[in-house]
């Protein structure tokens, strides 16, 4: 979220309803063109002369509240987000001058001069044991001499990359058996931005059902 100093919530002026009000103080029924009185189709009751009709309740303008309310809510998050960035840098820089707060990281989605490096791929066929050269679904991002982490849904191991090919990772000899699919990744980490916690990523299968459109 970017944070403004310019207000543009519009404002929607709600107006209030008011009745005209007969010498004998009594509401003033609206009336058809022959004279009769303008009946309410749903209540059966009549309708009133006003002076002002007043703003109607209605969706759009509860949902142009509602949205107000949410972005009000949305800045607020953002900005305690940013006081906590700034007194853990304080709190750095107090326990070592100059440090910056180079190392920290509030886990609220916006990161203080460190990047989380998500680069990740499939290994797009079955591997066995003592397997060194890797086919894999793309290689962008990868770099060679760098430690990777691989994994499915049974085993993981860490290894380092001995060099990078068209759509293969030479690694270390494999530990374990890799069925097709299994990722190759520079961080198997899932960050909860909500709850600022660090956690393991999870392997995920998917079920994939074919649907003929005629």
Do not use: C
Not at 62 to 70: A, F, K, P, V
Not at 88 to 109: A, H, K, M, W, Y
Request: aromatic share 8%.
């Amino acid at each position: 979220m970017k944070f403004s100093f310019k207000n543009d919530y519009v404002l929607l002026h709600w107006k209030d309803r008011i009745w005209k009000i007969g010498p004998d103080g009594k509401l003033i029924p609206k009336k058809d063109d022959v004279g009769e009185d303008m009946l309410n189709p749903l209540t059966g009751l009549p309708f009133y002369e006003t002076i002002e009709e007043g703003t109607r309740v209605a969706a759009k303008r509860l949902n142009h509240m509602d949205l107000g309310i949410y972005m009000a809510h949305e800045f607020l998050v953002e900005l305690a987000s940013l006081v906590r960035r700034m007194q853990i840098q304080l709190e750095l820089d107090g326990r070592v001058p100059g440090n910056s707060g180079t190392f920290s990281d509030t886990l609220d989605g916006s990161t203080n001069k460190i990047v989380l490096d998500k680069t990740l791929t499939d290994i797009v066929e079955s591997v066995v044991i003592g397997t060194t050269v890797l086919k894999v679904a793309n290689t962008e991002g990868f770099t060679a001499f760098s430690q990777v982490t691989i994994f499915d849904d049974l085993h993981s191991e860490n290894v380092i990359i001995t060099s990078i090919g068209t759509n293969t990772i030479t690694v270390q000899a494999l530990q374990h058996n890799y069925k097709k699919g299994a990722k190759v990744a520079r961080s198997n980490v899932a960050i909860d931005t909500t709850l600022s916690e660090m956690g393991i990523g999870d392997w995920q299968t998917y079920n994939v059902v074919l649907v003929e459109v005629v």
